[in-house]
């Protein structure tokens, strides 16, 4: 069975930082592109960013708001998933979602609550 | 960015009535070389992460009940629900994977009526 497990989330003053994890399970995990997608409390779905594979350097692509700001790795060999997320802003909280590139497996979610 | 644009935004339905959900790109999401529309839906329920109903426009999910079906090209994309079950009440997203960033539509909260 696919499982995506998200952590890390939490309370964080703005200008912190966070890192958040996602474990996959059931599937080479090292063979997929990895995307997060977020949520803000009662409003809709954003794409935050994707990583791609080994074969193509791990290079990453992010969306505009979170461009330089956040990073997107991974270690295949723990079957893991990273987002680290810096210079949070109010705008940022939300429920944070691992998801496979295509969209067909997704993590739980993982709440992060920028507030002072 | 490719703009999705849902209609309408909520929609109150009849157990075992059609539900319909309209999804508009701002530029076509049809790749010519494979005559494919890189075009997703998606169901959510309160407090759950968002499940995977269609891809391609209109391929269902493994497991995804026969009465969702998704139709379109180019452009202008639908969902329908031919027979509104209790356990459809959620909220539906639209989704293009044509090219990132990955964008969705806001949203179409279907209830029962």
């Known amino acids: 069975e696919v499982r995506l497990v998200d952590s890390g989330g939490g309370l964080v003053k703005p200008g912190g930082s966070l890192r958040l994890s996602c474990v996959g399970y059931?599937?080479?995990?090292?063979?997929?592109?990895m995307d997060w997608v977020r949520q803000a409390p009662g409003k809709g779905l954003e794409w935050v960013g994707r990583i791609y594979t080994k074969t193509e350097g791990k290079t990453t692509d992010y969306a505009a708001p979170v461009k330089n700001r956040f990073t997107i790795s991974r270690d295949d060999s723990k079957n893991t998933l990273y987002l680290q997320t810096n210079r949070l802003k109010i705008d940022d909280s939300a429920v944070y979602y691992c998801t496979t590139s295509e969209g067909r497996y997704w993590g739980q979610g993982t709440l992060v609550t920028v507030s002072s | 960015d490719i703009v999705m644009t849902q209609s309408p935004d909520s929609l109150a339905v009849s157990l075992g009535e059609r539900a319909t959900i309209n999804c508009k790109s701002s530029?076509?999401?049809?790749?010519?070389?494979?005559?494919?529309?890189?075009l997703a839906w998606f169901q959510q329920r309160p407090g759950q992460p968002p499940k995977p109903l269609i891809y391609w426009a209109s391929k269902r999910e493994s497991g995804v009940p026969d009465r969702f079906s998704g139709s379109g090209s180019g452009t202008d994309f639908t969902l329908t629900i031919s027979s509104l079950q209790a356990e459809d009440v959620a909220v539906y997203y639209c989704q293009q994977y044509y090219e990132i960033p990955r964008t969705f539509g806001q949203g179409t909260k279907v209830e029962v009526k």
């Open positions: 059931g599937f080479t995990f090292s063979d997929a592109w």
């Open positions: 530029q076509s999401v049809l790749y010519s070389p494979n005559n494919k529309n890189y």
